[in-house]
Nanobody
């Protein structure tokens, strides 16, 4: 089972950038679709981006296209989220999630990701 650990969060001023990392200590990373979700304080966890294990195209929530980029390094079991032009509304706890091995599709629902990290706080000040 995947064990996920996020890092790279912090505080940044509006317009700045951060890169989140998520390391998977499991043995099936290359066969798992990985995703980033975020949860603003007092709100539901929401989909940000996903990168399939199959090599299919990445998928983003429409509102973040062009500012955020998801990527993965299968040799080192890491998924990244590069976040540029940050705005205060991006403030949230960011979580990485993993599907079951060899799951099909490019899901954006929480229920399709049974494995989660502990989260990394991102705070953007104006």
């Amino acid at each position: 089972q995947a064990q996920l650990v996020e890092s790279g969060g912090g505080s940044v001023q509006a317009g700045g950038s951060l890169r989140l990392s998520c390391v998977d200590s499991g043995r099936t990373f290359s066969e798992q679709t990985m995703a980033w979700f975020r949860q603003p304080s007092g709100e539901e966890r929401e989909f940000v981006a996903t990168i399939p294990w199959t090599g299919e195209s990445t998928r983003y929530v429409d509102s973040l296209k062009g500012r955020f980029t998801i990527s993965r390094d299968n040799a080192n079991n890491v998924v990244y989220l590069q976040m540029n032009s940050l705005i205060p509304e991006d403030t949230a706890v960011y979580y990485c999630g993993a599907t079951a091995p060899r799951a099909r599709g490019i899901p954006s629902s929480r229920k399709d990701y049974p494995n989660w990290g502990q989260g990394s706080q991102v705070t953007v000040s104006s």
